[in-house]
């Protein structure tokens, strides 16, 4: 009889924390679903103007093709830390002069693609596990009120493709 009841303690707490994990994927999912939803909408903005550069061209499909992979957030932090050590050594990480300039020149269009960037690096968290978890906690956790910056951080994120044995054969 006592081993019944362990028994069905255990049921239940293995019930509940099923649930507890598959409410929280769904709202992960959810999450990321909005994120890139935003982002692609942003993205056919950008493509459709004329003035978009290449560079920035480049960028969106660089995100779009990382978006998905569980890798990518891993790989973000291992950028973000080395670009920190970088400024740290006095290397400079700014936007390259075609996008500074695009920003710059087309202010409309510059935060569209603030913000296309911003939702393109957090939906690539959602599919992270702790790791992404982790980068939106400590990083991105204004990426809505700082679209700005995460232009900044979108164009270092592209350095993946250098450092990274298997983004490269990707």
């Known amino acids: 009889m006592m081993a019944s009841a362990l028994f069905a303690v255990a049921a239940f707490i293995a019930a509940v924390l099923w649930a507890y994990r598959s ?17 692609f909408k942003d993205a056919d903005t950008l493509l459709a103007a004329e003035e978009t550069p290449a560079e920035v061209v480049d960028m969106i499909e ?5 978006a998905a992979d569980p890798r990518a ?23 390259s002069r075609a996008v500074a300039s695009f920003v710059e ?22 599919k992270g596990g702790l790791t992404g978890t982790f980068v939106r906690r400590l ?3 204004d990426a809505k009120k700082h679209e700005d910056r995460t232009q900044d951080l979108a164009t270092n994120f592209r350095q993946i493709e250098a450092c990274v044995p298997h983004a490269q054969a990707a």
């Open 73 to 95: 957030a891993t790989e973000f932090l291992r950028v973000l830390l080395r670009r920190r050590r970088e400024m740290a050594e006095g290397e400079n990480g700014e936007l």
């Open 105 to 126: 020149g087309y202010p409309q269009l510059g935060r569209v693609f603030g913000r296309a960037m911003a939702r393109g690096l957090l939906a690539m968290t959602f």
């Open 23 to 39: 409410r929280r994927k769904l709202s992960l999912l959810r999450a990321y679903e909005e994120a890139m939803g935003t982002f």
């Open 139 to 141: 990083v991105l956790f």
């Open 62 to 66: 660089f995100i779009s093709d990382k």
